[in-house]
């Protein structure tokens, strides 16, 4: 099965701004982690933690930076489609952890436990 990609407009414009630069390794590793989302979601669930959603299971992959950092991307598998509704850094996440949450429990997003 082929799957296409389909972002929210945050994550669009996160992963915008790092292939904006296609020499920009970062993007680079972006682009290399969500080729491997639509190539095989399956094996990507098994390097991902999981989330579960009022509308099905959200998932998380980590992606490790060249400067260290980590992005993480959230994604759902969908029929013929991984939407992704986050792409950015872990710490944007960590430093406003509590407004994240709220607009997720309000968006029917909550966290389940990482899959072994």
């Not at 710490?91 to 949450?101: E, N």
């Not at 429990?105 to 966290?111: E, K, N």
């Amino acid at each position: 099965m082929t799957y296409q990609l389909r972002f929210r407009d945050e994550a669009l414009a996160a992963y915008g701004a790092l292939r904006a630069d296609e020499a920009n390794e970062a993007g680079k590793r972006m682009k290399a982690a969500l080729e491997r989302l639509i190539d095989d979601p399956g094996q990507a669930k098994i390097d991902s933690a999981r989330w579960e959603s009022l509308g099905g299971k959200v998932w998380s992959l980590t992606v490790e930076m060249p400067d260290e950092s980590t992005r993480l991307i959230l994604w759902a598998e969908q029929p013929e489609v991984i939407e992704v509704f986050y792409a950015a850094r872990c710490a944007m996440i960590l430093s406003s952890l509590d407004s994240i949450r709220s607009s997720w429990v309000s968006s029917g997003i909550r966290r389940s436990g990482a899959v072994q």
